[in-house]
């Protein structure tokens, strides 16, 4: 994988990130809000525990942008260890992507 594609896909999996984050914020709100539907606590408590992490890997981001250090780079260094071949690579670097954005993007609205 080049190191153009190896960005493109780690700015994507930021951006869910910052998207999840406000998806989940705007989730809660609108649970705590609603006066006729019936209030999950599960559903509030896992939203709420949802936006703990995604402050969490959002503090992350922003540590990584400030030092230097590409915290993503070692999980694709992990991702080349185990391919031997560069399309199979290349691949799951996309599929991991795509999937890190849809559920990151995903679980404030399955839980709304």
Known sequence: ???????????????ATFTGLS??????????????????VLKETALVLYIISQIWAAVK????????????KDGYDNIHSLCNDKQKER???WMLTIVSAC??????????
């Open 61 to 72: 981001i922003v540590a990584s942008l400030l030092s230097g250090r590409e915290r993503m």
């Open 91 to 93: 691949g799951l670097t």
């Open 103 to 112: 559920v990151k993007t995903g679980t404030p609205v399955m839980l709304r």
């Open 23 to 40: 998806a989940g914020i705007w989730a809660l709100d609108r649970r705590t809000r609603s006066t006729g539907r019936k209030r999950s």
């Open 1 to 15: 994988m080049e190191e153009r594609e190896f960005k493109i896909c780690t700015w994507i999996h930021h951006a």
